[in-house]
């Protein structure tokens, strides 16, 4: 803090029109970095002089220091994997809106195998007729030879615990 100006931290990237700050190295305390006036006055410059300003944090669950950041940014994210993230981190969402008052909280599932998804929508028509008797052994009207295997949960039960 202090040591380099902002100019000279910010870098540009191949992209037009985005720059960005390298974390540098870990200072003894990095909460004190977060919580001091020196973030609030850095993140005002940069708003001014970018239309948006995007500001990787820690996991909120945790690492308290992101939540600091998250309560100084206008839309803050919270980002989860599917098939990845815990399912105690949606609590960590519901607790961020509820006691840290945070306000805006947008949520994003990503790494979704839309092709193992159990939601979706087919529709099939067919006319047939057909005449038949069968008799198989198995665990009362309707059994057969083979068990059938439990429908695997889908991508919203495991995030749910449902």
């Avoid at 100019?7 to 960005?20: E, F, G, T, V």
């Avoid at 390298?22 to 305390?29: E, V, Y």
Wanted: charged share 25%; aromatic share 14%; proline share 6%.
């Amino acid at each position: 803090i202090g040591k380099a100006d902002l100019d000279d931290c910010i870098r540009n990237s191949s992209l037009d029109n985005l720059d960005y700050i390298t974390a540098g190295p870990i200072p003894p305390n990095p909460a004190e970095l977060i919580i001091g006036d020196h973030m609030d006055s850095l993140i005002g410059e940069l708003k001014q002089r970018y239309d948006m300003v995007i500001i990787d944090t820690p996991p909120v669950g945790l690492v308290t220091d992101g939540v600091e950041i998250i309560q100084k940014v206008d839309y803050p994210l919270y980002i989860f994997k599917s098939d990845y993230s815990r399912k105690q981190f949606v609590h960590v969402a519901d607790r961020l809106i509820n006691e840290n008052k945070i306000t805006n909280l947008a949520v994003i599932l990503n790494g979704i195998d839309l092709d193992r998804s159990k939601y979706s929508y087919n529709y099939k028509y067919g006319y047939g007729y057909g005449y038949g008797y069968g008799y198989g052994y198995g665990a009362g009207y309707g059994g057969g030879y083979y068990e059938e295997k439990p429908p695997k949960k889908g991508w919203f039960s495991k995030l749910s615990g449902k």
